[in-house]
């Protein structure tokens, strides 16, 4: 997969040492956001350079070219979630947008007290917030499905437990930003409808990782961010059902989302537009569908062995360093390419910083899942994340790094 690395300005720069910013910097922190390649790049100046007018607006043809290059931005996310159509899919800002566009358009206005929303307590603070909001304004309750501490499974007896009759809305993350454990979403989707639940799946982590279809596992729906799957960061996308999305109300109002305005009031566009008020991120969206047609091109199913390979590497490696605890699972089999841990006696802040001194950078913090933070009773952790277009040099330089952070930090053992 080493290949692909001159496909990025940003890597190619590093191998060719002509870098100045990033000199040998080994970039392991994609779960918060990835590099881009040049074709997302030039994808995006392509469209300001030769079709920039507003979309949806004008009636002369650079406008429609504009319009045409929106629509099968939205056509090519469609097909890689498969979505059954294009109208099934909402652009927005990213992952957190789309999760708070169902909160606020679905949630608000159909739950009252009694009600329940169930999440997991892997979920990211954007995948609870929202629902805390719902909560707080309708009354309604939420429920949080626990995983076992040491493997990340949501076992079966948890699922039925916490999924009953008063449920009607269950979110989980596809893939957790923290654990690299992937939830059985199909079994979690099955006992949302056995109750009439709607069925959301965060998909932040997984879009970028896997093959993502959206029928199989029966979403209402899913959302991702363009920039964790190359793309430009202020795009991702919410696909949801058709007879869903017609039956809510708009999220944002204004421009573009209305069929007819009077002095008194307004009629919504359809679906999709109806959920994308004011001028679009035309330009995001055109980047967005090059970064999912280069990763198509590189393929799925090869980008998640590579993930795998890297992480089995890594597993191995760290697991035979003294003081280092996982967190997640620690058969590497069960986990993507994210490696989270934590040293003894060395904070994650500091793992952070002594690494970031060694051109290498991770994420250390709480991940922005603190409720999942709290139950495993970590306040912050070290986090590397992998992607196709890491090597198995970089994995073993970080091992050799990580192996003498205490001896770095005064620690005689
Ligand atoms: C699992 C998960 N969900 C949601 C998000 C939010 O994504 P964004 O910041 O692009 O909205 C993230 C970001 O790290 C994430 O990892």
Redesign the pocket.
């Known amino acids: 997969m080493n290949k692909y690395r001159k496909d990025f300005p940003f890597f190619k720069a590093i191998d060719e040492k002509s870098s100045v910013e990033n000199k040998d910097l080994i970039y392991f922190d994609t ?2 956001t990835a590099q881009r390649p040049f074709i997302v790049l030039n994808a995006m100046t392509h469209f300001y350079a030769t079709e920039n007018a507003n979309p949806l607006r004008g009636l002369y043809s650079l406008s429609e070219r504009a319009t045409m290059a929106y629509e099968n931005a939205r056509d090519t996310v469609a097909k890689f979630i498969n979505a059954k159509e294009a109208a099934e899919i909402v652009f927005t ?5 789309s ?1 708070n566009l169902v909160a606020y358009s679905w949630g608000l206005n159909r739950l009252h007290e009694g009600d329940e929303i169930c999440v997991s307590i892997m ?2 603070h ?2 609870i917030v929202p629902w805390q909001m719902v909560c707080q304004k309708t009354g309604a309750k939420l429920v949080f499905m626990e995983c076992d501490k040491e493997t990340g499974i949501i076992s079966d007896e948890e699922i039925a437990a916490k999924i009953n009759s008063n449920t009607k809305i269950v979110s989980v ?1 596809h ?3 923290v654990l690299g454990v992937t939830n059985p979403v199909k079994k979690i989707g099955e006992a949302a409808h056995a109750v009439g639940a709607i069925f959301i799946v ?1 998909g ?2 997984s879009a970028p990782h896997m093959k993502v279809d959206v029928q199989d596992f029966n979403a209402d729906f899913f ?1 991702m ?1 363009g ?2 799957l190359c793309g430009p960061m202020g795009i ?1 996308a919410l696909y949801g059902k058709r007879a869903l999305l017609e039956e809510m109300d708009p999220f944002l109002r204004g421009g573009e989302m209305i069929e007819y305005v009077t002095r008194e009031k307004a009629t919504w566009a359809e679906v999709p537009h109806k959920f994308e008020a004011g001028t679009v991120s035309a330009g995001d969206a055109v980047g967005m569908a090059a970064a999912i047609r280069y990763i198509q091109s590189i393929g799925l199913e090869n980008i998640e062995a590579h993930d795998r390979e890297l992480a089995e590497r890594m597993m191995a490696g760290i697991t035979q360093i003294p003081h280092i605890n996982i967190i997640g699972p620690k058969d590497a089999s069960k986990r993507c390419g994210i490696i989270t841990f934590t040293l003894d006696g060395v904070h994650p802040h500091d793992i952070a910083s002594l690494l970031s001194e060694e051109h290498i950078a991770i994420r250390a913090g709480h ?2 899942a603190q409720p999942l933070g709290q139950y495993l009773n970590q306040t912050a952790t070290a986090r590397a994340s992998l992607y196709f277009y890491n090597t198995e040099e970089e994995v073993d330089c970080f091992l050799e790094k990580v192996a003498k952070l205490r001896e770095w930090s005064g620690f005689k053992d």
């Open positions: 779960a918060a800002r990213n992952a957190s947008e999760l979920e990211h954007s995948n993350v893939v957790s930003n965060d932040a982590q959302a961010s920039h964790k991702g991940h922005c």
